[in-house]
């Protein structure tokens, strides 16, 4: 029988994420720890990613961060330009990365260095992708987002090392979160027995 896992298949295997740990912008590795890795998503066809959501979390960036942290962003496609000028202009003062969107994506390799994740709570994909790294995890919720998200994010904020970010990070490791296993070993037996 199946049952709904916390979350989707992805492709960030352990192995994959410790070889990115080696890989990427050079930028990157040099960046001193800790670590933060922003992911940000952005519009989705039911929300729209609003410009107060942006100022929100362009102020957590500013009041929320330890000043000894650098900060790796990886926008999306989805991410609106709003949002990307918020947060350039709250990482000024601070070391920091930002993917400018050319060449292959370094994504893997900011989960893989980093201490905690901060990351916008729009895409489930997004969420299963840093819940299989061992990070501190911080999910940022916009004004409006797709509301089957809130069920997951509340179990997910239910184990430790996960939280919201609605205030002071800090950086730390956790367990990761992981059902592409699992999700692979019951389509395995559905096609066995069909």
Not at 11 to 26: D, F, W, Y
Not at 103 to 127: K, Q
Request: proline fraction near 8%.
């Amino acid at each position: 029988m199946c049952w709904p896992t916390l979350t989707a298949p992805h492709r960030l295997s352990p192995q994959i994420l410790s070889e990115a740990r080696t890989t990427g912008p050079s930028a990157l590795h040099h960046l001193s720890a800790p670590r933060v890795a922003l992911v940000l998503g952005g519009d989705t066809s039911k929300a729209a990613f609003g410009t107060h959501a942006s100022r929100r979390l362009a102020d957590h960036l500013i009041k929320d961060l330890p000043a000894n942290v650098s900060i790796m962003v990886t926008p999306s496609r989805r991410t609106p330009k709003h949002l990307m000028a918020a947060v350039k202009q709250a990482l000024l003062p601070r070391p920091h990365w930002i993917w400018d969107g050319t060449g292959t994506n370094p994504y893997p390799t900011m989960l893989a260095l980093a201490d905690a994740i901060i990351v916008t709570a729009d895409s489930h994909s997004m969420l299963s992708d840093v819940m299989a790294t061992s990070a501190a995890i911080y999910i940022f919720e916009p004004d409006d987002f797709p509301a089957k998200m809130k069920t997951t994010i509340d179990r997910l904020v239910s184990h430790p090392g996960v939280q919201r970010f609605d205030g002071t990070l800090e950086t730390g490791t956790r367990a990761p979160i992981d059902s592409t296993e699992l999700i692979a070993d019951e389509i395995r037996d559905l096609l066995k027995t069909h």
